[in-house]
């Protein structure tokens, strides 16, 4: 269903997603047109198509060269968005609160990569620091992922 919803939206932004037989990455934006590699499954292009669509909303131009630190900051935004569209604080509340105790019952239950999970939790820990507060939940990013409620 997340594909879908990202179909969607690209379509709603005039934006058209193409495949092609990459073989040194899985997706890219060129103007209005987003390519995706060829051979993934849906969960996988789910996970790269809501990066790409991140770009479309955080970067202008070309940011392939991640040399320039200006580049790797817009590829770091539109992860992250990415990350929130597909995953979010509140979505591992929810893949804990569902009984998920590993990464892969989590990826499953949030219908990402595991990949896309681990790199999303190690983009979370570098942005909130060891742990979160979200409503009446703790999510520790260190020494391993936890959620525990909070009882007051």
């Not at 590699?37 to 955080?58: D, F, I, P, Q, S």
């Not at 580049?71 to 609160?97: D, F, S, T, V």
């Not at 990464?103 to 190690?122: G, I, P």
């Amino acid at each position: 269903m997340k594909y879908e919803a990202l179909l969607n939206d690209a379509d709603a932004e005039g934006l058209t997603i193409k495949e092609r037989p990459f073989h040194t990455y899985d997706g890219r934006i060129k103007g209005k047109n987003i390519y995706l590699r060829k051979g993934m499954t849906t969960t996988e292009k789910a996970c790269v198509l809501a990066e790409e669509l991140g770009h479309h909303y955080t970067a202008v131009g070309d940011i392939l060269d991640m040399d320039i630190t200006s580049n790797r900051k817009l590829e770091r935004a539109g992860r992250l968005h990415a990350y929130n569209r597909m995953i979010g604080l509140i979505g591992i509340i929810n893949a804990y609160e569902h009984g998920c105790r590993n990464y892969y019952e989590m990826a499953e239950f949030l219908d990402v990569t595991e990949d896309f999970l681990k790199e999303s939790l190690e983009c979370y820990r570098q942005k909130y620091g060891r742990c979160v507060t979200l409503d009446n939940y703790i999510i520790y990013f260190e020494p391993y992922l936890a959620v525990m409620e909070r009882i007051d």
